[in-house]
């Protein structure tokens, strides 16, 4: 078989990836909606809403009331895309589409290669198709590998889609997906390139084991039943069960993931999250549950799309490429 896998599953998620980037962006933001806002000084007043007319006299003449703030109303995913519209310009949308080729490229490409190597490998000599559990073990053990290789584009992707967020005297000014690992590895060490990649893995684990396992056994399905020949109807509803499935269930991990890579890290400065599981705690403590399912519109939006717009590729590339690759 060769790198033909690797090829056509890297071939596929840049263009999924690509394609579905500014649904990507409006889910991290909605997931960091409920963070503390970012410390400042001088910006403080300027950013908080319903402040005092009366400015700083207003403050000591009412102490009490000022304790009480009025939080941000939480947006949906058109009044976040509409907000990073308004605020930053379209170009916004786009904020960490390099990070996302890169991290395709690394991530997707070792995923789904390696998926085809493990599913060839176990299914029998005689034929027949693989059984679900040995589909979930393969897109397991290749999501977490896939997932081991991309973790620094992962964490630059991240921070590149949140930068608008952030005031701007704070931001980092990514100039690109290369220059924020740069930046990153100067500043803050080699390691944490890796942050969050607990996270990273198991998410990509779960991601992996739903997509491609539950896309060939809905494909399968579908085929025997004879509901549809195998065509871009078929590929089209197998994925479309994909995403919906991956979205479910990756949801929770993803929103810590991203909230653990996001987080400034100020030399001498406690971190807000010590890992995965004091983020987690924290946010469902401050939060709620449900915190843990923020950004899943946008997640299913964009999950839905990015699962179909890949496997449709996927099987269109599959026909393209020489089968001796």
């Keep these: 078989m060769g790198v033909k896998g690797f090829v056509e599953g ?13 649904l990507d962006l409006i889910k991290v933001r909605m997931q960091l909606q409920g963070e503390p806002a970012p410390a400042t000084t001088a910006m403080r007043p300027a950013l908080a809403f319903n402040a005092p007319a009366s400015g700083v006299g207003a403050v000591s003449a009412f102490p009490h009331q000022h304790l009480h703030h009025v939080a941000p109303p939480r947006l949906g995913p058109l009044g976040v895309g509409m907000q990073i519209l308004r605020s930053e310009g379209p170009s916004a949308l786009f ?19 390696l998926y085809d190597v493990l599913k060839t490998k176990w299914t029998s000599p005689e034929g027949g198709s693989l059984p679900l559990h040995q589909k979930i073990a393969a897109g397991l053990i290749a999501g977490g590998v896939g997932a081991a290789v991309g973790n620094p584009a992962d964490v630059a992707m991240v921070r590149m889609q949140a930068d608008g967020r952030l005031p701007v005297a704070q931001r980092r000014n990514y100039r690109g997906v290369g ?67 991956a979205a479910l269930a990756s949801n929770p991990v993803d929103v810590i993931k991203t909230r653990v890579m996001n987080m400034k890290v100020e030399p001498g400065a406690a971190v807000p999250y010590s890992g995965a599981l004091d983020c987690a705690l924290k946010t469902v403590r401050a939060e709620g549950p449900m915190a843990l399912y923020k950004g899943f519109v946008p997640t299913v939006c964009r999950q839905g799309p990015f699962t179909v717009v890949l496997f449709v590729t996927l099987e269109q590339v599959r026909k393209i490429l020489p089968k001796d690759l």
């Design 10 to 22: 890297g071939i596929a998620s840049i263009v999924a990836g690509c394609s579905t980037h500014p």
């Design 95 to 113: 904020a960490g589409v390099s990070a996302t080729m890169l991290r395709q490229t690394l991530y997707s490409t070792t995923r789904m290669g």
């Design 179 to 245: 220059d924020a690992i740069q930046q990153m590895v100067r500043s803050e060490g080699v390691g944490n390139l890796w942050r969050g990649s607990s996270m990273t893995v198991n998410r990509a684990m779960i991601v992996t084991a739903s997509q491609l396992a539950i896309y060939d056994q809905a494909k399968e399905a579908i085929l025997e039943s004879g509901a549809m020949t195998d065509g871009l109807g078929t590929h089209v509803a197998a994925s479309f069960a994909a995403g919906i499935v």
